[in-house]
């Protein structure tokens, strides 16, 4: 049993030691609670405090009333949030497989949940699902409405500078890139229009082509026919003038002859009525070639220009696409050393956990210590109480004697050398005591 006392004894001056702050004023009181409240868990500080004002109190030192307004403002946070818990959602769906990290401690401390679905994440609506645009859609646009359409991709260019602004805004960046990837689409769709309709243009220009050269064969041979007739119409011409100051004085038999002159040129006369058709037919044909000649010009103009507009889309939409996937290269490094840092901050909560359980169950021990210590103190004030009245009652007897020695003195004031000898042979441990 003194054995035990002695062991509680040195713990109580060991703890005691530890607990100086108590002697040193509020301030530096104040400030180590702060300090606790900054580098440990507010729960340990505020049990710190109770523990200082129970001592404070327990050994009779008068404290003050004094809490600062960290403390208070820390004190009534931990309060209000006793039973929060933080979770960390990664996916948006709830029905996941998650991985849950119970608190070691008591409810004081916040619950982590950790929820990722690296299997079926691609199903989830965090991803873009192409086509965006279905294939069974017919694109059918006028001109004007494509020309408009481009015009339009060209203008919302600047979505590149909206995305930018938006780096840490995911959702609104997924927005953007299915936003990009419906233009994209309906580029692509637009360009496949137009290269249908130029290669339809391209095989109705080469039928024409194909037209013009016929007809240029035919308007070939058909002069061709024509100077041959207009030959033959001058040599019959020639030959009829020729033969007309012959024609008065000739015999019966030249009659004849002129009569068959005169058929000929009735049919020089039918024969002119067909050149002069056949040059009306020709000027006809000459201007539906020069007609078709003009349109085919600008068809080919028409399609060439369409083709460099689709070149410079296309050209675009691979700048777009490139620019896109750096963006999303950097965003997927982004999101893989933020896994990192959740997996070492989860890492540092385990520790944390742990430490605070043998932080926990050290204070247990503690407070155990403390008990014994008070239990201690309580039997050395009972018998330093008792002390306290035996010397009571020792003053009350030296005053007891010391009355009577006056009394005596009194008394006996002949006798007062040998009386007072007497008495000091009598009463020695009054005399020490004096």
């Keep these: 049993m003194p054995v035990y006392v002695g062991l509680l004894q040195w713990r109580l001056r060991d703890v005691l030691g530890n607990l100086r702050l108590i002697h040193q004023g509020s301030q ?3 400030d180590c609670i702060a300090n606790l409240f900054q580098t440990q868990s507010p729960a340990l500080a505020l049990r710190w405090q109770l523990a200082f ?45 998650e991985v849950e990290i119970i608190s070691l401690l008591e409810e004081q401390l916040p619950h982590y949940k950790l929820r990722a679905d690296t299997i079926y994440g691609y199903d ?11 294939p069974d859609v017919n694109i059918d646009l006028t001109t004007e409405q494509i020309e408009e359409t481009l015009k339009y991709f060209l203008l919302c260019a600047e979505r590149v500078g909206q995305m930018t602004k938006t780096y840490n805004d995911i959702d609104a960046v997924t927005r953007l890139l299915e936003e990009k990837e419906r233009d994209l689409e309906l580029a692509a ?13 391209t095989e109705r220009n080469e039928l024409l082509e194909e037209q013009v050269e016929h007809i240029r064969e035919e308007v070939s041979q058909l002069r061709h026919e024509l100077s041959m007739k207009d030959e033959l119409l001058q040599f019959y011409t020639s030959a009829a003038e020729e033969s007309e100051p012959d024609s008065i004085c000739s015999t019966p038999l030249k009659r004849n002859e002129s009569s068959s002159s005169v058929q000929n040129y009735f049919h020089f006369d039918s024969l002119q009525k067909k050149l002069k058709d056949l040059e009306e037919e020709n000027v006809v044909l000459r201007t539906e070639a020069c007609q078709l000649k003009t349109e085919t010009i600008t068809y080919e103009e028409k399609e060439q220009q369409l083709v460099n507009d689709c070149v410079k889309e296309l050209r675009d939409a691979n700048l777009q696409i490139a620019s896109i996937s750096e963006e999303l290269a950097k965003k ?17 909560i385990v520790d944390l956990q742990k430490k605070a359980k043998a932080c926990t169950v050290e204070n247990e021990e503690l407070v155990q210590h403390l008990g014994a210590a008070k239990d201690a103190q309580r039997q050395l004030t009972a018998e330093l109480r008792e002390l306290e009245d ?16 006056k009394n005596l003195r009194n008394k006996t004031m002949p006798n007062a050398i040998s009386r007072r000898y007497h008495s000091l042979g009598l009463f020695p441990m009054v005399r020490s005591l004096i």
């Design 390 to 405: 035996k010397y009571a009652e020792c003053m009350e007897m030296l005053h007891e004697a010391q009355e009577e020695l």
């Design 189 to 201: 769709r637009i360009g496949q229009s137009l290269l249908k309709k130029n290669k339809t243009l």
């Design 28 to 30: 530096q009181r104040e």
């Design 332 to 348: 997927t490094e982004d999101a893989a050393r933020q896994q990192e840092e959740i997996t070492h901050l989860l890492s540092q």
């Design 124 to 134: 989830h609506d965090d991803w873009l699902h192409t086509p965006l645009i279905s």
């Design 53 to 97: 004002r129970f001592l404070a109190c327990s050994t009779g030192i008068h404290e003050e009333h004094y809490v600062s307004e960290a403390v208070e403002n820390n004190v009534s946070d931990c309060r209000e949030y006793r039973d929060a818990g933080t979770i960390t959602d990664v996916c948006n769906s709830t029905d996941l497989p």
